[in-house]
């Protein structure tokens, strides 16, 4: 029998993939900002140590991993362990970066953190990798509500990068605080934007990234990536948007957000997170505790757990893409 | 015979033993008193666990009364926060808490919260209460003091009901991949946990096996017997290190030990004490130890 004749290729699908990337192409990315931070860090630190429940690779803690075989300890697939290990390790004097996927440090792991690393206020700190909606891979990865749960926890402070600078300047800072701290994990080649906006990261500062006169969008994580490509597109229906960034949700800068906040502009709220509990509610009750009665307009994922497919598709369905945030946009200026 | 592991001078096996069993004496003591102040608490299992806790203070623990936070101490973690009662007992016996203050014990704005926190209280090293936390919190702290060349030991206490937490099993595997020599975890069986009997509420036996098939150098021994108890310890100091196996003492423990009329009390996990009871308890207690040292 001839089996010379080729097999045509198979069409390339998109797919629900658990490890994808949502850099646009042609984007500036940066490789593992995270891994090479704490390499850094730890450089100037002796007193940092890394840990994993057997996810190091898929949260860039294995470019720490090689860097200091000796500083690194693999805790098995066991995130109850991780924490009150983290938390042991912590009491000793020593700074542990904990890594897992922020489904696990969230949902399963949570009563370890709480009462082990929060309520003594240890310097743990936590990488949750997959936050929001970073995988198609569905509801068991996508850690579409870790803010909502982690918001309610003392002394824990969380921080929602938007880019490689973001978790570049964050890493650092989070290890020189004090008490446990929940990073949002951006991995693998990470888009560099901030960059361009003579930006830095100040742990518990919000920052005005760019002024403009009909909007302000104010956003943290990946979506002020989004915020800044959809206000850059808006001018062209002459519609000029500023974007506030807040990068730290958790204490949250209200002071900053609130004089951009409280102006006749249209105030538009941008998350990677369900819209309960998370950067929308987070400004909302900042709004009525200043008494400003001031509507605002969320672009969040819906209260609902979501599908399984290519982030692509995902981010257009649930209106995280920037055509979807332009639309709302004018949808509400009624342009 | 003259001890070799003992930290104290050289003193005889009986001495050591009546030394420390005098020690388990005033903590159940303690413990009675601090019950009736709060009219209730957990003086079963203080009374069942003193042994344990006077074998670790009075002879095992290297700690500095006047510095809890002396960086080169052993750790004692208590994981099972409502044994708080007999660990300040403890911590007064060892003289970091006064034993004056122990008359606080769960009230507004005391030292000593009913639930151990680290928070709260000088020598508590871990906020306990949430079961399952203790074995975790501590492989952490074995491996953070051997990274740093530490040669501190750490002690967990933890209970049987504690093991029907997945976490505690985690953590075993855990201290065992780490080969975690420098680990001493001491497992209180008093077969009795909230809702009941250990063996009604989720079967935990064979719990030697169990340790076993994790790893760990496995000892179980009459946890009210104090010959049994320090030989056991003594076991467990010969082979530790900073590598190698973890080990666990099993003690199995009567609630209410000392105190017959509490022994033989219906078995609870919160003990009823009426208030004409307590002097009648310390009064068995004090019988109890005084006829086996005559």
């Given at each position: 029998m001839s089996t010379t004749a080729a097999t045509p290729a198979k069409p390339r699908l998109k797919t629900s993939a658990m490890i994808a990337s949502?850099?646009?192409?042609g984007q500036k990315t940066a490789p593992a900002p995270f891994g090479h931070a704490l390499v850094k860090a730890a450089q100037e630190n002796e007193k940092i140590v890394g840990l994993t429940a057997d996810l190091g690779k898929y949260t860039d803690m294995h470019i720490f991993a090689q860097a200091y075989p000796e500083r690194f300890f693999q805790m098995g697939m066991a995130e109850q362990l991780l924490f009150g290990a983290a938390a042991g390790m912590a009491q000793t004097g020593l700074v542990p970066f904990a890594s897992t996927y922020s489904v696990f440090a969230a949902r399963r792991a949570y009563d370890f953190l709480c009462l082990d690393a929060a309520e003594p206020n240890l310097n743990v700190n936590i990488v949750g990798g997959l936050?929001?909606?970073?995988?198609?891979?569905?509801?068991?990865?996508?850690?579409?509500?870790d803010m909502a749960i982690f918001r309610?926890?003392?002394n824990l402070t969380i921080v929602d990068p938007c880019d490689s600078v973001d978790i570049e300047q964050a890493v650092p800072q989070l290890a020189a605080s004090e008490g446990p701290t929940y990073l949002r994990l951006l991995r693998g080649n990470v888009p560099t934007v901030l960059d361009e906006y003579g930006y830095t990261f100040e742990l518990g500062k919000a920052k005005v990234l760019r002024g403009g006169a009909d909007v302000v969008f104010v956003s943290s994580g990946l979506m002020t990536m989004r915020a800044l490509q959809a206000a850059k597109d808006l001018a062209a229906h002459n519609v000029d948007v500023a974007v506030v960034h807040t990068p730290t949700i958790k204490p949250f800068d209200a002071e900053t957000v609130l004089a951009e906040v409280n102006t006749d502009r249209l105030v538009v709220t941008l998350e990677n997170h369900t819209v309960i509990g998370g950067l929308f509610e987070t400004v909302a009750a900042e709004v009525v505790k200043a008494g400003l009665g001031k509507r605002i307009v969320p672009v969040a994922l819906p209260d609902e757990f979501l599908h399984a497919g290519a982030l692509p598709t995902l981010h257009e369905r649930y209106g995280l893409s920037v055509d979807r945030i332009i639309a709302t946009v004018l949808g509400e200026l009624e342009v | 015979m003259t001890l070799t592991t003992s930290i104290h001078s050289p003193e005889t096996t009986e001495s050591r033993r009546e030394r420390v069993e005098a020690a388990a004496y005033r903590i159940r003591h303690y413990g009675l008193n601090m019950g009736e102040v709060q009219g209730q608490g957990y003086v079963g299992q203080a009374l069942g666990a003193a042994d344990m806790f006077a074998a670790v203070y009075a002879d095992q623990l290297r700690h500095r009364p006047e510095d809890p936070e002396w960086e080169g101490r052993d750790r004692f973690l208590l994981?099972?926060?409502?044994y708080a009662i007999g660990h300040y007992a403890a911590l007064a016996e060892a003289g970091i808490v006064p034993v004056e203050e122990l008359d606080t014990y769960g009230s507004d704005d005391s030292r000593l919260p009913m639930s151990g926190m680290s928070t709260y209280t000088?020598?508590?090293?871990i906020s306990g209460g949430s079961l399952g936390h203790g074995l975790t919190i501590a492989v952490g702290t074995a491996l953070g003091l051997r990274y740093q060349g530490s040669e501190a030991r750490v002690f967990n206490f933890l209970s049987d009901g504690e093991l029907d937490e997945g976490s505690t099993w985690e953590a075993a595997m855990g201290a065992s991949h780490h080969q975690l020599g420098n680990l001493t975890a001491m497992v209180d069986?008093?077969?009795?946990?909230a809702d009941g009997k250990t063996d009604s509420v989720l079967r935990t036996e064979p719990v030697a096996d169990k340790w076993a098939a994790c790893g760990w150098f496995v000892q179980r021994v009459d946890g009210n017997d104090m010959g049994a108890l320090l030989a056991a310890f003594d076991a467990a100091a010969a082979q530790a290190g900073p590598e190698g196996k973890p080990s666990v003492i099993l003690c199995d423990t009567k609630v209410g030990r000392g105190v017959p009329l509490l022994e033989n009390r219906e078995k609870a996990h919160f003990m009823r004490i009426e208030e004409h009871e307590w002097q009648l308890c310390r009064e068995q207690l004090t019988a109890g130890y005084e006829g086996e040292t005559k």
């Open positions: 949502f850099a646009d192409p936050p929001g909606l970073t995988t198609g891979y569905g509801p068991s990865h996508q850690a579409t509500e309610g926890m003392p | 994981s099972t926060g409502h000088p020598g508590m090293e069986i008093n077969a009795l946990q």
